[in-house]
């Protein structure tokens, strides 16, 4: 996993996350004023993104909780 939400109702639309990821994941919705996530696959999760938003409106999960494997037969 790697960047998985930007909260609409919390940004105040800062850019500080635009500026501070080093992978361009992020950008500014110019219609809403928000930040929205553009590139989400090339998501290193450095967090430089989560660190920097004074609204804590970002979340990224470097680690999922996998469902558990089963087997058959
Ligand atoms: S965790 Fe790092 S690479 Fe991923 S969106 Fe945030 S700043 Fe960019
Ligand atoms: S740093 Fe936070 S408040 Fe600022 S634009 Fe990004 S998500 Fe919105």
Known sequence: MAIELIDAELCSGCAACVDSCP????RMDPDEDVAVIRYGEDCMMCELCVVDCPEDAITVTPFAVSPPVRSWG
């Open 23 to 26: 992978m361009d994941v992020i």
